[in-house]
């Protein structure tokens, strides 16, 4: 588009520069005897500022306080139950966001250990200060654990691999390399000393880690795998009635490519069809298309067989139906609590960032986590809210962020 444009511009300078010059009455018609002056270079267009890349760096407000959020005691329970569940981790992993340092979570976690559940409300009152990150305006949609059918052992009808993280599948972090680059993964396979991108979607469906005994088991349904992929965890409930659960472990490097919009953007779906029902049904209304339009998503994801509790978040925890929510760590510190206002009021109220997802980037983009059944795989495919996130943070995380900003403006 920007070069249609450049070329349309240039164009109609041609035809300027090409038209007939008629003289005023009385005007000379010879030229001037001066020397005409050079014109001008055109000023460079102005380029966008470029998107903040960390929570520091998109900066962040004071929010208002806990009791005026309009948390239901019940939200703020099952998220203090969850919040203990993380804080093993946020004591001791390395914040990506820039707002805190694990020491700073030492207090709430230790009050959380003997705090009653009755009073949940009490101790996000007296732990946190909401704040909002940027803007604050928050995008969510919605995830759940899906049940598909899948068997242990290939037979007829189940016929689509459920693989295994293969082991030439290697992944860097280039902030080893760059410093500012830190967080940053890159996933590929080694081919004659030079890593290489891993095979995408369509080179594995046409057979790539064939037998190489990677297979978990095999799901009876393409279209359904497809979508288990996109939630990262499901069960595949065998012919006789067992279930084998599976959580992601890992993914071939390939960019995400939601499907959902590639087909609104090409007239596939029309009004109230762009929901993961109606995205199912257009695929299996054209199965060729549907496979075609699927592997334009090259993102692959493997799984490891689960035999605890699950799924399991990012944080290697369980994560809780209706109570877990998927964002980007860059500018949410995975375990952290968030409070959740929005226009499908299903999905208001108090959440913990346990988990992340590849689609789930930038600041104040959420993906809530239904749990597993028809209500959830209902609400998590129908969910698109919009609205306001405040993020719960310590009051010495807070405190320390308000005094080096006001430091930085001093100087």
């Not at 049904?281 to 509790?309: C, Q, Y």
């Not at 952290?336 to 997802?357: C, I, M």
């Not at 809210?385 to 993020?391: I, P, T």
Request: charge should be positive; aromatic fraction near 8%; proline fraction near 7%.
């Amino acid at each position: 588009m920007i070069r249609r444009f450049c070329l349309s511009v240039a164009g109609l300078a041609t035809l300027s520069a090409c038209a007939t010059v008629v003289p005023q009455p009385g005007a000379p018609t010879h030229a001037p005897t001066h020397h005409a002056q050079p014109a001008p270079k055109p000023a460079p267009a102005p380029t966008a500022p470029a998107k903040p890349t960390t929570a520091a760096a998109a900066g962040i407000s004071r929010g208002p306080a806990y009791a005026q959020l309009g948390v239901t005691p019940a939200s703020a329970s099952a998220a203090l139950t969850a919040f203990r569940l993380s804080c093993p981790a946020l004591m001791r992993r390395t914040d990506a966001s820039g707002l805190t340092r694990s020491g700073d979570w030492n207090g709430a976690c230790a009050a959380a250990t003997g705090w009653p559940d009755s009073d949940a409300a009490g101790f996000f009152t007296a732990q946190f200060q909401t704040i909002s990150v940027g803007d604050g305006q928050a995008f969510a949609t919605g995830y759940y654990e899906p049940e598909i059918a899948g068997s242990r052992e290939p037979r007829l009808g189940y016929e689509v691999p459920v693989y295994k993280k293969p082991s030439d599948l290697v992944e860097g972090d280039l902030g080893d390399f760059y410093p500012d680059l830190k967080g940053k993964k890159i996933r590929g396979r080694v081919q004659n000393g030079k890593l290489i991108p891993y095979h995408d979607r369509g080179a594995i469906e046409d057979g790539a880690l064939k037998g190489r005994g990677l297979e978990i088991g095999y799901a009876a349904d393409a279209v359904e795998f497809f979508f288990l992929q996109v939630q990262g965890s499901g069960r595949l409930r065998q012919p006789d009635g067992s279930v084998i659960r599976i959580g992601y472990d890992g993914q071939n490097g390939r960019e995400y490519v939601g499907i959902g919009k590639l087909m609104r953007d090409r007239g596939l779906l029309g009004p109230g069809e762009l929901s993961m029902q109606g995205v199912m049904a257009w695929l299996r209304a054209h199965p060729a298309e549907g496979d075609a339009i699927m592997r334009e998503n090259k993102s692959f994801v493997f799984f490891r067989e689960l035999t605890g509790p699950g799924p399991l978040g990012a944080l290697n925890v369980a994560v809780t139906g209706r109570t877990t929510v998927a964002a980007d760590p860059a500018f949410i510190p995975l375990g952290a609590p968030v409070v959740l206002s929005l226009d499908r009021t299903e999905a208001n109220g108090l959440w913990v960032a346990q988990d992340t997802g590849g689609a789930i980037k930038g600041a104040n983009r959420f993906d809530t986590f239904w749990g597993a059944g028809d209500d959830a795989r209902r609400i998590a495919g129908g969910m698109s809210g919009r609205g306001k996130a405040w993020l719960l943070l310590p009051r010495a995380s807070v405190d320390r962020l308000e005094a080096a900003g006001a430091a930085q403006a001093r100087s």
